[in-house]
């Protein structure tokens, strides 16, 4: 599967051999948390994958494969929870679902999402993504237009650039921002 995508930029391929995986792993589980485990893994490689903003060369999902990711993220979200996988796995799937609302024009629900990311994130003591998720929820709320400064998102970015642990997310923050259609963000 991540031969397909990385290697061979075949999304199709990828996550046709992806939910195939899901359904063999959830039908033969029985509540094994270890199998359960993979197919979360690979729930959240699907919803990884056909996320647009990441605005991988040789990959554009289609809106089909972008619900499919964003259901898929909410899936590995459930079995973050479910299973008990932490504070930092948790706050990885809050931010997925988040990051697919976003592009696929609810960002004013991404919100939430990206506020429940930054708390686990803080909790698991992962300040990068903490900021990381910080910097999505000024990014949503521009987006949905609950906020109308870009200047509030460059401070953000400029905030992160200080710390070696966030700096490397604010690339990840421009991207999604240009393909939302926020312009005007400066690379600190």
């Known amino acids: 599967m991540r031969h397909s995508y990385w290697q061979e ?3 199709p391929t990828s996550l046709e051999i992806a939910q195939e995986g899901i359904c063999i792993g959830e039908e033969e589980a029985g509540g094994d948390e270890e199998i359960l485990s993979w197919v979360k893994r690979l ?3 699907i919803a990884s994958f056909s996320w647009i903003g990441w605005d991988e060369a040789g990959i554009s999902p289609t809106g089909e494969q972008s619900r499919l990711g964003l259901e898929m993220a909410r899936r590995n979200l459930k079995y973050a929870i479910e299973l008990n996988k932490g ?3 948790t706050s990885r799937a809050y931010w997925m679902v988040g990051a697919h609302l976003l592009t696929s ?3 004013s629900r991404a919100i939430d999402e990206f506020e429940e990311s930054e708390t686990y994130a803080q909790l698991a003591g992962a300040i990068g993504e903490a900021e990381l998720a910080k910097g999505f929820t ?3 709320r521009l987006t949905s237009g609950q906020e109308s400064e870009v200047a509030i998102l460059v401070a953000h970015l400029d905030h992160m650039m200080l710390n070696e642990d966030a700096a490397q997310f604010v690339g990840q923050i421009q991207t999604a921002a240009r393909i939302v259609g926020i312009i005007g963000l400066e690379t600190p």
């Open 105 to 107: 024009g609810e960002a």
């Open 87 to 89: 504070n930092l796995p």
């Open 43 to 45: 729930c959240y490689d």
């Open 9 to 11: 930029h075949d999304l």
């Open 138 to 140: 000024i990014l949503a």
